[in-house]
Nanobody, 127 residues
Framework: QLQLVESEGGLVQPGGSLRLSCTCSGFTLDYYAIGWFRQAPGKEREGVSY????????DYADSVKGRFTISRDNDKNTVYLQMNSLKPEDTAVYYC????????????????????WGQGTQVTVSS
């Protein structure tokens, strides 16, 4: 059974850091592009960061560029989102998603392109 499981989020003070992980089971991560999305209360889901199946291409929403870093460890079947200099506006439920993509540098940006989703994890940035 194919599953994506995000690590536990949490409460972080403004300016703090948090690393989320997305562990994949039931499939080989090598063949999937991965995206991180988030949804704040009352707002639409938005893309945060993406990494190609090859790992050679990444992209970020303008709102997180320079603060967030996406990476992948295929041996551990895990993708990470390192979040630094967190702001209250980063508060949201964060989701990882996987799209079938064989040995490609393509970076899918739209949620509708993704085939599988995790259950989401809450990140709250507040003092």
């Amino acid at each position: 059974q194919l599953q994506l499981v995000e690590s536990e989020g949490g409460l972080v003070q403004p300016g703090g850091s948090l690393r989320l992980s997305c562990t994949c089971s039931g499939f080989t991560l090598d063949y999937y592009a991965i995206g991180w999305f988030r949804q704040a209360p009352g707002k639409e889901r938005e893309g945060v960061s993406y990494i190609s199946s090859s790992g050679g291409s990444t992209d970020y929403a303008d709102s997180v560029k320079g603060r967030f870093t996406i990476s992948r460890d295929n041996d551990k079947n895990t993708v990470y989102l390192q979040m630094n200099s967190l702001k209250p506006e980063d508060t949201a439920v964060y989701y990882c998603a996987a799209k079938v993509s064989f040995y490609s540098d393509y970076v899918p940006h739209h949620g509708g392109e993704y085939d599988y989703w995790g259950q989401g994890t809450q990140v709250t940035v507040s003092s």
